[in-house]
């Protein structure tokens, strides 16, 4: 019998690339993208099939220390070193895009060692100006183009606009699910949650839509959800594609209701707007709209407002912020962001990691002593 809902999304998740790779055997293209702001809908509308790069946790890396420094983003070096391993290899191209100066070196490295028939990289301003939201359009444009090469033929309007819709489909499916953690207890957990994410990121988007509405459909009537727990949390931060420290988390009597990550709400909150211009509604949504640290908005604190909304939203208690290493977009906002959530009466405990989780149990005696504390 196949699987459906909550244990399809965790077999999903489990195996990682294996649809992928049964679409590649099926003679579908996949393209890489590793990032957001390169926009997955340009993808679909011409027939590719975007998968978003993840790394490993469980992957020790090894083969990547031959081509960079170890000071540089884990996360970024975890997904090369699995390119050098192999791992990647289905890809028949990569996408990347400015995201941060590691992405932006990673890409030089990653293409010379392990060339795709097809690799582009987007061009994302920093600041949000009139005239960077142009250059990021212009930008946008040229990504279409390049894929309309790749493809061999022209993205139609109408496939365009197809596309979008679709993904603002599987964005509203995706805020439905949140909306289901507001209870307390929640109907379906932040590992949970995080596993049905993950797992939609190796899936073609109408296929994900499919998984959504399953998802969706068993956690509303479930009566085996999760049983209540002392906090309720919000957890923020870098990218985090492994559900294991959102799973200790919820070990440690608490309850992960709202997140903010790269891979989590961020990336899913909000439409793209399809007017007479879609990429507009791109550079909106993908630049100016997406709150990720690495695009300067000013020092004034109230840019994180919607992070307090969020948290009053879902009754959050306390901010789980979680930091990689030489992550300095995070780290700079992370003074900020602390004294912006104490004035507002939410306490914050930081977590450090250098994306390998070896600090797991320094971790758990740590978040249980601060669940102790806003319980």
């Not at 702001?37 to 220390?65: C, K, M, S």
């Not at 309720?232 to 070990?251: A, S």
Request: proline share 4%.
């Amino acid at each position: 019998m196949a699987l459906k809902g909550l244990a399809r999304a965790r077999a999903l998740y489990e195996a990682r690339d294996d649809r992928a790779r049964e679409l590649k055997a099926q003679g579908k293209r996949i393209v890489g993208y590793l990032c957001y702001f390169a926009p997955p809908e340009i993808l679909e509308a011409a027939g590719l099939v975007p998968y978003r790069i993840r790394g490993d946790v469980r992957q020790r890396v090894t083969d990547a220390d031959q081509y960079v420094e170890p000071y540089g983003c884990p996360f970024v070096r975890n997904t090369f070193d699995q390119a050098v391993k192999g791992r990647y290899d289905f890809l028949d191209g990569v996408v990347m895009a400015h995201s941060c100066d590691s992405v932006q070196r990673m890409y030089g490295i990653w293409t010379h060692y392990r060339p795709a028939a097809f690799t582009h990289m987007v061009n994302v301003p920093h600041t949000v100006t009139p005239a960077s939201e142009r250059f990021f359009h212009r930008e946008l444009g040229f990504f279409k183009e390049r894929v309309e090469a790749f493809a061999g033929a022209r993205i139609d309007d109408r496939a365009l606009a197809a596309s979008i819709a679709l993904y603002n489909r599987t964005r509203e499916l995706v805020w439905e699910l949140y909306q289901l953690r507001k209870s307390d207890p929640p109907l379906i957990s932040g590992a949970e949650m995080l596993e049905v994410l993950i797992a939609g990121g190796g899936l073609p988007a109408a296929e994900f839509e499919e998984l959504l509405r399953e998802v969706k459909a068993e956690v509303a009537s479930r009566r085996d959800g999760p049983s209540a727990k002392r906090a309720r949390l919000l957890f923020y931060g870098c990218i985090n594609d492994d559900v294991t420290l959102i799973r200790l988390i919820e070990e440690t009597s608490a309850h992960v209701v709202m997140d903010d990550t790269c891979i989590g709400a961020r990336s899913f909150l909000g439409r793209v707007t399809n007017g007479d211009d879609p990429l507009a509604g791109f550079v909106r949504y993908y630049f100016t709209g997406f709150q990720c640290p690495r695009t300067y908005r000013g020092t004034d604190r109230s840019r994180f407002d919607y992070l307090i909304h969020a948290a009053r939203q879902f009754q959050a208690q306390g901010v789980v912020l979680y930091i990689l290493s030489f992550c300095d977009p995070h780290k700079l906002d992370l003074v900020d962001v602390r004294r912006y959530l104490e004035d507002a009466g939410l306490p914050s405990l930081v977590l450090e990691d250098d994306y390998t989780l070896t600090n797991l149990e320094s971790m758990r005696t740590r978040i249980q002593a601060f669940v102790e504390m806003v319980a």
